[in-house]
């Protein structure tokens, strides 16, 4: 009864995620569906790559949390359009919570809308919004098993960041070990090491992403 239920959720949820796909894509909009464990340091690079690319793109941010408003307050100080999902207690977000502000923005104008799921490596993995990309962001702090332990979420993933590599020198953190694991997992996963609070390694990254929403628009 319980799978069953489950199964029922999953195909709602993909249908709704499939509405807000072609709505986005007739807009001209690239969807961006950014995830990680709590603390790996998602608003952080969030706010150190719209403070680089807002003058270059439209950008518009979906903020989903379990609880608060912190992480929206963070991103409304770059001075772009923010929205607050609270999910009350949920793990993740799913594609109604999203359709339901997806008007709220002035869709015609953007090419980025960027969500930051909930804190969480299991369940956000498993939700379909519609986007056009999953990132995941992965810190250097967390340890090398969270890519064997949680392997849907990196097989899922269309591009991963390596964060926080200005700690590399202090954890046992091993690359080598991470560039393996993935390649067993998803062989070709674009990567970027980078250090959201020094900004090493950011450009990269922003020409990486810029070339996807440059590209989505043609
Ligand atoms: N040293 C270092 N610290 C970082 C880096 N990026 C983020 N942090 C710190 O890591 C902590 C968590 O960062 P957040 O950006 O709030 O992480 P988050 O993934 O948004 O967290 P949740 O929204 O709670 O899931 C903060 O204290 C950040 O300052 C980095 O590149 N290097
Ligand atoms: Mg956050």
Redesign the pocket.
Known sequence: MQIKLGHNLLGTNQTVAEENREKLRQKGVYFLNLM???????????EKTLALVKDRLKVAVIEG?VATTK?AERVARHGIPVVQINTHGACHLDAAMVRDVLDTFPLEQLDLLIV?N??NLVCPAEFDLGETVKVV?L?TTEGNDKVPKYPLMFREAGAMIL?????LPFTDFNLEELAVDLEGLHPGLPRFD?????GEGMEQWLDWLVAQVRSEKQ
């Open positions: 990680s464990s709590p603390g790996a340091g998602k608003t952080t690079l969030l949390d992480d930051e909930v804190g962001v810190s964060n926080k590599i200005d700690l980078l250090s959201a609070r020094t």
